[in-house]
């Protein structure tokens, strides 16, 4: 019985993954347990529909009782995941069947970190408008607008640095903040739109570096002797 059972949940999961939605409808109606049954990972159905973006699966799956804050074995929940993978529509579907925003997994890292990252700026938006916390730091002390200024994601930029609660000076756990991440990897783009909403260019370090001694780019270094003029 437990071979059977692991093999039905092994398939249970792939067929989640490829939004096999007949497939899935019919093995949970005969075995709910096969909502709540985990993979070698802490898995559950629910994160593998979610990661195919297969929003009509996921729907049912959340109706029919799967936890959707349920975190695997690193602390990803379904959100996260959805985010992390651009899958607009499901988001919106967690959300509202009233998934956590600001859940954050053994990483610290929470699901705006993942958009922002990523240039989802859609579900950055999204996860904005429904109360994300943009100032949540990950173990490292980043946040999302740090992950964001140094990939110069300049669309998710925009949408964190719009919101009022916005820190955009806050320091990692090196000192570093957004703008000098920025600096570093000369992100032009990032820069001048970080100065723009009044990034400090003289905070230093745990090196006692500023921004500006992050590079020695020309062009980064004019942006930032400018904005000081």
């Known amino acids: 019985m437990q071979i059977i059972n692991e093999i039905n949940t092994f398939n249970v999961h792939d067929a989640c993954r490829l939004g096999k939605y ?34 009509e ?16 074995d690193i602390g990803w929940t379904p959100l996260m995941i959805a985010s992390s993978a651009g899958r ?34 859609e579900i950055v938006s999204i996860l904005i408008m429904n109360g994300a916390d943009l100032n949540l730091q990950d173990k490292y002390g980043a946040t999302a607008l740090h992950r964001a200024a140094s990939k110069e994601n300049v669309r998710s930029m925009n949408h964190i640095l719009q919101c009022n609660m916005c820190s955009l000076n806050l320091q990692d756990s090196e000192g570093n903040t957004p703008l000098h991440l920025a600096c570093e990897e000369e992100r ?39 904005s000081d003029l």
Request: with cysteine; hydrophobic share 35%; glycine share 8%.
């Open 22 to 55: 007949e497939e899935v409808k019919t093995r949970v109606l005969s075995n709910n347990r096969l909502l709540t049954t985990t993979d070698d990972s802490g898995r559950q159905a629910l994160h593998w529909a979610a990661s195919g973006g297969h929003e």
């Open 57 to 72: 699966l996921v729907s049912f799956l959340v109706e029919h009782g799967a936890p959707v804050d349920k975190a695997d």
């Open 188 to 226: 032009t783009a990032a820069i001048q739109l970080l100065l723009e909403h009044g990034a400090f260019t003289n905070i230093l370090n745990k090196a006692q570096k500023t921004p500006l001694q992050m590079s020695s780019s020309p062009s980064v270094r004019r942006l930032i002797i400018t």
């Open 88 to 121: 607009e529509q499901v988001v919106r579907l967690l959300i509202g069947r009233g998934a956590h925003l600001n859940t954050q997994n053994d990483g610290g890292h929470c699901s705006l970190q993942y958009a922002a990252s990523k240039d989802h700026h």
